[in-house]
């Protein structure tokens, strides 16, 4: 079962829809109540435009846990979205099969602060692209019709405005949304070559990428003063 499971989130992530749903399907036949596999399976129908058996499923979901979040949202989506809004949705998302492989330095999940309203929000889709914008010194996030949406926070806008500035380039897709959140994938598509051994999102603070060569020399001078005092430090009892 667990080895099934694995395989349906796997073909979730690689886009590949129709088996995704096959699988899911096969979970279900299984366990008539497992929630997580019909909310994928709906999820799945929906990316293949078959919306009416999404909404279905999704209704199973809400037989079994009526208060189950993810049903309550995502029907709420297809019964706001109109033909149009659902096809234009789905033409962008379908196209989308690694988006969310994670290259280490070059890809990050942001959650965006100060966002836009409930209503604009929680319409958007798992792999819609999204617009990343340098303005008043932050980075703005919008969707394909150039709605706002929210910002990045300050310890990274700064970062990659620094970094776009300077010839770097990104992309930008809705990774997941609620009312009130919204995470994004972020991934660098082109790195500068002043920055070829800067990464766009590296695992600690890489502070050489806005010091002079004053500030960095004054940097070591103060670590080498910082190991000496190690060296000659006092115990914990002592200090006490």
């Known amino acids: 079962m667990t080895l099934l499971k694995d395989k349906a989130i796997q073909a979730m992530l690689l886009g590949d ?8 399907k096969t ?26 058996n999404a909404k279905s499923t999704y209704k199973k979901v809400l037989k079994i846990d009526v208060l189950n979040q993810i049903a309550i949202r995502n029907i709420k989506k297809l019964n706001g979205m109109g033909q149009r809004q659902i096809k234009k949705s789905l033409s962008s998302i379908k196209g989308v099969n690694n988006t969310f492989l994670e290259e280490t330095g070059k890809t990050k999940i942001i959650s965006l602060i100060n966002t836009s309203q409930p209503k604009i929000i929680s319409l958007l889709t798992t792999g819609h692209p999204l ?18 949406l929210g910002v990045f926070p300050d310890d990274v806008g700064k970062r990659l405005i620094k970094l776009i500035k300077g010839g770097n380039t990104y992309e930008a897709c809705v990774k997941s949304a609620t009312e009130h959140n919204v995470c994004v994938f972020v991934k660098e598509l082109k790195r500068a070559s002043k920055y070829k051994n800067q990464p766009s999102f590296p695992q600690s603070a ?35």
Not at 17 to 24: E, G, Q, R, V, Y
Not at 139 to 144: A, G, L, S, T
Not at 218 to 235: F, G, L, P, T, V
């Open 27 to 52: 979970l279900i036949k299984e366990n008539p109540k497992d929630i997580d596999a019909l909310n994928r399976l709906a999820y799945a129908f929906t990316i293949l435009g078959k919306i009416q």
């Open 206 to 240: 890489d502070i050489n990428l806005n010091l002079s060569k004053n500030n960095k020399a004054r940097i070591k001078s103060y670590r080498d003063s910082a190991e000496d005092d190690d060296d000659h430090s006092d115990s914990p009892e002592e200090e006490s």
């Open 17 to 24: 829809w129709k088996n995704a749903a096959s699988l899911n």
């Open 131 to 148: 617009i990343i914008t340098v303005k008043r010194s932050k980075i703005f996030v919008q969707d394909q019709n150039k709605q706002y």
